[in-house]
């Protein structure tokens, strides 16, 4: 790596460009981690450059200092080449640094020019607020970008993209030099995804230095000009897009060769174990008709907003249809409720494993034993001894390690949290299991943990549904795949006929 | 760890409870004898039964501000009964109790689980209903002392090996309800509702249904505790129990139960009674002014929650950290 040099001039980089915000040898320490120890970061006018690393490569450490909410300990921080600090997030928006987040940080009651001009809103006479000023200038800056937007709407009659829009909207209105996107398109559609590129095209002829936050190489290579690699808190690498290619980027995220993404398996589907037909649901969808077997993946793959999930949350008996029948095994089920389902053997595990995942204050034993309840207990009672047994044997099963199964999982690692839930679920000693968006915001090497894990369910026999928004999953998981659109099946495709351009072409309607 | 720090929570309690004895002690050695304590313990009993109901309450992210409404009310109804049919047996009138405030409790419950309207909106308007109806059934009058039937008066008072029957009510109630919530599917069902309803939806629990459970056996304890109250202190009306329901929750608190809901036990709640019950005693004995009786009690109150808070935050910063780490 390079020599820190001795004097804050002109961080060159070899490629002569100035940089607005740049950072210099950063190193951020947090109790018992060392978050960030090193590294460097330069950002450009006009160009977009791409921040890339697995999950805790310190990706949003760089976020928090680069937006004044953390103090580094070392290091510099360089605007227009010269050392800055940012003691408060009010320092960096002066400075004109403004990040667009995950979950856009915005304020649902409050009208889009309000959360546009949240704290500095322009000021009339007696230093109030100057309400008309704040919406005619709101107007101008949503205009600007295209939005079509009304200024005087509440926030929360806007879906998620326009609420991105007006969070760039506030960028713009700070009068924005740095823009930090953190995984923009994370919740948004096709079609939203092209806008956000049309808009960030814009913001680079605009003049501003963008860093770009993203999971998904696709992205990456479409927009980003230049790219800095992390890894474990430190700088691996960085150069220009041109210069490589999604192995090598893979190669520096991960430290090793990521050759074989997706397990290899051989697909021998036994006997039908679950047939819908002619589900329907008064809003969300219609007629949604299937079969699957044993030891099958099934890809379920549209938009979002095509109703994958929602269709999956009647299955599973969250909400009800309107019509439509079920058969497991051949007999008629009637599912009216979660724990119908989880009778039935149907499981589901959510998108939102955090939120919907395990019970962090109950210790092992008891979440994992949660849906199984009925299978350990006489008259309400619980059989201490067959709930422990249970528990055991499937921790063991999953090989999950804690000093014994009374430890509550809120004290336990991610992994270990995330082995709990799915022992959780084999303990139901299930034969459809749902897996809803199974890799969302997962890093590669969790990517192909969880790939792996699905693969040998299937091998057990055991019924896959796999809601998916990602192209390269559906392809390399499923035996076959339903693509939905608006509610509705429009094609079912058998592994030999699945092209990304296919899916995309029955997803998006054209 | 987490278990760790909850059991220190009650030995820390305990520890207090222990402290605040000894220093009775030393000002007024006589308060700490054993018949004395029985009588302190006894005197507790009715907070101790209603803050094991809120107590399960709590644990399902809900509230319980009617329970000393519900108690006020089935008292009443209990002696108007008792001075209307004098031979009525005590054990009909201890089910009539119960029954009646199970079904106010049932009240509750429904309007969470059905109509999904926040707790404490439905708690303070059925607590608002329950008062005025003790006044439409006994028109605002009082039912004395002498208009009930020995019998009646008699039960709570009845000793048994030195306690008496409402002292050992509390003690069968926390034996009950110590088994209730820690081996039963419905007290794990009451946990994971309350310690996170989203995850326990897709375990197969009926989250509203838990709640409405949980707000039954608030109102059962709530109605036995109504009878009990009025025969103790042989007298009932309107206003009988007023304010009690935040003595309660605040039991409850004291006793370490997260007012966020899932964490909680029925031996917390029964420490947090008994230190407040020890302070309401005690302190008119060592001659301190009521004033300084509440400002103990709401000092009390807050470090408990400061406790409860720095509890809490530990658990924060693991998940801060993981979520440092995590993008």
């Given at each position: 790596?390079?020599?820190?040099?001795?004097?804050?001039?002109?961080?060159?980089?070899?490629?002569?460009?100035?940089?607005?915000?740049?950072?210099?040898?950063?190193?951020?320490?947090?109790?018992?981690?060392?978050?960030?120890?090193?590294?460097?970061?330069?950002?450009?006018?006009?160009?977009?450059?791409?921040?890339?690393?697995?999950n805790?490569?310190?990706?949003?450490?760089?976020?928090?200092?680069?937006?004044?909410?953390?103090?580094?300990?070392?290091?510099?921080?360089?605007?227009?080449?010269?050392?800055?600090?940012?003691?408060?997030?009010?320092?960096?928006?002066?400075?004109?640094?403004?990040?667009?987040?995950q979950e856009?940080?915005?304020?649902?009651?409050?009208?889009?020019?309000?959360?546009?001009?949240?704290?500095?809103?322009?000021?009339?006479?007696?230093?109030?607020?100057?309400?008309?000023?704040?919406?005619?200038?709101?107007?101008?800056?949503?205009?600007?970008?295209?939005?079509?937007?009304?200024?005087?709407?509440?926030?929360?009659?806007?879906?998620?993209?326009?609420?991105?829009?007006?969070?760039?909207?506030?960028?713009?209105?700070?009068?924005?030099?740095?823009?930090?996107?953190?995984?923009?398109?994370?919740?948004?559609?096709?079609?939203?995804?092209?806008?956000?590129?049309?808009?960030?095209?814009?913001?680079?002829?605009?003049?501003?230095?963008?860093?770009?936050?993203?999971?998904?190489?696709?992205?990456?290579?479409?927009?980003?000009?230049?790219?800095?690699?992390?890894?474990?808190?430190?700088?691996?690498?960085?150069?220009?897009?041109?210069?490589?290619?999604?192995?090598?980027?893979?190669?520096?995220?991960?430290?090793?060769?990521?050759?074989?993404?997706?397990?290899?398996?051989?697909?021998?589907?036994?006997?039908?174990?679950?047939?819908?037909?002619?589900?329907?649901?008064?809003?969300?969808?219609?007629?949604?008709?299937?079969?699957?077997?044993?030891?099958?993946?099934?890809?379920?793959?549209?938009?979002?907003?095509?109703?994958?999930?929602?269709?999956?949350?009647?299955?599973?008996?969250?909400?009800?249809?309107?019509?439509?029948?079920?058969?497991?095994?051949?007999?008629?089920?009637?599912?009216?409720?979660?724990?119908?389902?989880?009778?039935?053997?149907?499981?589901?595990v959510p998108e939102d494993r955090g939120q919907q995942g395990a019970i962090l204050?109950?210790?092992?034993?008891?979440n994992?034993?949660?849906?199984?309840?009925?299978?350990?207990?006489?008259?309400?009672?619980?059989?201490?001894?067959?709930?422990?047994?249970?528990?055991?044997?499937?921790?063991?099963?999953?090989?999950?390690?804690?000093?014994?199964?009374?430890?509550?999982v809120g004290?336990l690692s991610g992994g270990?949290q995330q082995?709990v839930v799915?022992?959780?679920?084999?303990?139901?000693?299930?034969?459809?299991?749902?897996?809803d968006e199974p890799?969302k915001g997962v890093?590669?090497?969790s990517?192909?943990?969880?790939?792996?894990?699905?693969?040998?369910?299937?091998?057990?026999?055991?019924?896959?549904?796999?809601?998916?928004?990602?192209?390269?999953?559906?392809?390399?998981?499923?035996?076959?795949?339903?693509?939905?659109?608006?509610?509705?099946?429009?094609?079912?495709?058998?592994?030999?006929?699945?092209?990304?351009?296919?899916?995309?072409?029955?997803?998006?309607?054209? | 760890?987490?278990?760790?720090?909850?059991?220190?929570?009650?030995?820390?309690?305990?520890?207090?409870?222990?402290?605040?004895?000894?220093?009775?002690?030393?000002?007024?050695?006589?308060?700490?004898?054993?018949?004395?304590?029985?009588?302190?313990?006894?005197?507790?009993?009715?907070?101790?039964?209603?803050?094991?109901?809120?107590?399960?309450?709590?644990?399902?992210?809900?509230?319980?501000?009617?329970?000393?409404?519900?108690?006020?009310?089935?008292?009443?109804?209990?002696?108007?009964?008792?001075?209307?049919?004098?031979?009525?047996?005590?054990?009909?009138?201890?089910?009539?109790?119960?029954?009646?405030?199970?079904?106010?409790?049932?009240?509750?419950?429904?309007?969470?689980?059905?109509?999904?309207?926040?707790?404490?909106?439905?708690?303070?308007?059925?607590?608002?209903?329950?008062?005025?109806?003790?006044?439409?059934?006994?028109?605002?009058?009082?039912?004395?002392?002498?208009?009930?039937?020995?019998?009646?008066?008699?039960?709570?008072?009845?000793?048994?090996?030195?306690?008496?029957?409402?002292?050992?009510?509390?003690?069968?109630?926390?034996?009950?309800?110590?088994?209730?919530?820690?081996?039963?599917?419905?007290?794990?069902?009451?946990?994971?509702?309350?310690g996170n309803p989203r995850a326990?939806?897709y375990?197969?629990?009926?989250?509203?249904?838990?709640?409405?459970?949980?707000?039954?056996?608030?109102?059962?304890?709530?109605?036995?505790?109504?009878?009990?109250?009025?025969?103790?202190?042989?007298?009932?009306?309107?206003?009988?129990?007023?304010?009690?329901?935040?003595?309660?929750?605040?039991?409850?608190?004291?006793?370490?139960?997260?007012?966020?809901?899932?964490?909680?036990?029925?031996?917390?709640?029964?420490?947090?009674?008994?230190?407040?019950?020890?302070?309401?005693?005690?302190?008119?004995?060592?001659?301190?002014?009521?004033?300084?009786?509440?400002?103990?009690?709401?000092?009390?109150?807050?470090?408990?929650?400061?406790?409860?808070?720095?509890?809490?935050?530990?658990?924060?910063?693991i998940i801060l950290?993981r979520a440092?780490r995590a993008s």
């Open positions: 790596m390079l020599k820190k040099p001795d004097t804050f001039l002109p961080t060159d980089d070899g490629t002569g460009e100035t940089a607005v915000l740049a950072l210099d040898g950063i190193t951020k320490r947090f109790p018992g981690v060392i978050a960030l120890s090193g590294v460097s970061l330069r950002l450009i006018p006009g160009k977009v450059t791409a921040l890339i690393g697995e805790g490569a310190g990706k949003s450490t760089v976020v928090k200092i680069l937006t004044g909410i953390y103090q580094p300990d070392g290091g510099a921080m360089l605007v227009d080449e010269l050392p800055t600090v940012f003691p408060a997030p009010q320092v960096a928006a002066e400075h004109g640094v403004t990040a667009i987040h856009t940080v915005l304020f649902d009651e409050l009208s889009v020019a309000e959360n546009i001009f949240l704290g500095h809103a322009p000021r009339g006479r007696f230093g109030l607020i100057d309400l008309k000023a704040m919406i005619a200038r709101s107007r101008d800056i949503l205009e600007s970008i295209g939005a079509g937007i009304d200024p005087e709407q509440k926030l929360k009659d806007l879906g998620i993209a326009k609420k991105h829009l007006v969070a760039i909207a506030r960028a713009l209105s700070i009068d924005a030099r740095v823009v930090i996107m953190d995984e923009p398109t994370a919740a948004l559609s096709h079609k939203e995804i092209e806008e956000l590129y049309e808009l960030v095209e814009s913001l680079k002829s605009q003049g501003k230095a963008i860093l770009f936050i993203s999971h998904k190489f696709d992205e990456i290579f479409r927009i980003a000009d230049n790219y800095t690699v992390f890894r474990d808190g430190q700088m691996i690498g960085k150069g220009a897009m041109a210069d490589v290619s999604e192995v090598d980027l893979v190669t520096m995220m991960v430290g090793r060769d990521v050759s074989q993404i997706f397990p290899q398996r051989a697909s021998n589907p036994g006997e039908t174990v679950l047939k819908v037909e002619g589900y329907a649901h008064p809003t969300e969808f219609e007629d949604i008709s299937f079969t699957l077997r044993k030891g099958q993946i099934l890809g379920f793959y549209g938009l979002v907003g095509a109703g994958r999930s929602e269709f999956m949350q009647a299955l599973f008996g969250i909400t009800r249809p309107s019509r439509g029948r079920i058969e497991i095994d051949g007999i008629t089920a009637q599912i009216t409720s979660p724990a119908d389902a989880i009778e039935n053997g149907i499981v589901y204050d109950l210790p092992i034993f008891q994992v034993t949660l849906p199984s309840l009925g299978r350990i207990s006489g008259n309400g009672f619980l059989k201490l001894a067959q709930e422990f047994a249970l528990a055991r044997e499937y921790t063991e099963r999953l090989d999950l390690r804690a000093a014994s199964l009374d430890t509550h004290t270990n082995k799915i022992a959780k679920w084999l303990a139901t000693r299930p034969k459809v299991i749902i897996l890799t890093d590669i090497g990517k192909a943990a969880v790939h792996e894990f699905m693969a040998e369910l299937a091998a057990q026999g055991l019924a896959v549904i796999m809601v998916s928004s990602e192209i390269p999953e559906i392809l390399g998981m499923s035996d076959r795949v339903i693509v939905m659109r608006e509610g509705r099946i429009v094609t079912e495709l058998a592994q030999g006929d699945m092209r990304p351009e296919t899916l995309v072409r029955h997803a998006a309607g054209i | 760890m987490l278990k760790r720090l909850i059991q220190s929570r009650e030995a820390l309690l305990t520890g207090a409870i222990m402290l605040l004895l000894a220093l009775i002690f030393s000002r007024f050695p006589g308060f700490v004898t054993p018949a004395n304590l029985a009588n302190v313990f006894n005197d507790t009993a009715p907070l101790i039964l209603l803050a094991i109901g809120q107590m399960i309450v709590i644990l399902t992210r809900c509230i319980d501000l009617s329970v000393a409404a519900n108690l006020a009310l089935t008292g009443m109804v209990v002696s108007m009964i008792n001075v209307a049919a004098p031979g009525l047996p005590i054990a009909l009138i201890v089910v009539i109790a119960v029954g009646l405030g199970t079904l106010l409790g049932m009240v509750n419950g429904l309007l969470v689980w059905k109509l999904a309207i926040p707790p404490i909106v439905v708690t303070l308007g059925t607590m608002t209903i329950f008062r005025g109806l003790i006044f439409v059934i006994s028109d605002g009058k009082w039912v004395n002392s002498h208009e009930m039937s020995p019998a009646f008066k008699a039960f709570p008072r009845t000793e048994i090996l030195g306690l008496p029957v409402l002292g050992w009510t509390a003690v069968i109630a926390v034996i009950v309800f110590s088994v209730v919530m820690t081996r039963t599917s419905l007290g794990r069902a009451i946990y994971a509702a309350g326990a939806t375990a197969g629990i009926n989250v509203g249904k838990t709640q409405f459970w949980a707000f039954t056996i608030s109102g059962a304890l709530a109605g036995l505790t109504g009878y009990l109250w009025v025969s103790r202190f042989a007298v009932s009306y309107v206003d009988i129990a007023g304010g009690f329901e935040l003595d309660v929750v605040a039991a409850c608190v004291i006793g370490g139960v997260s007012i966020m809901g899932g964490m909680g036990t029925v031996v917390g709640a029964l420490l947090g009674a008994l230190f407040l019950g020890i302070i309401k005693n005690a302190l008119p004995v060592v001659d301190v002014s009521p004033f300084w009786q509440l400002a103990i009690s709401g000092g009390a109150i807050i470090i408990a929650v400061a406790l409860n808070a720095k509890a809490n935050r530990v658990k924060g910063r950290k440092e």
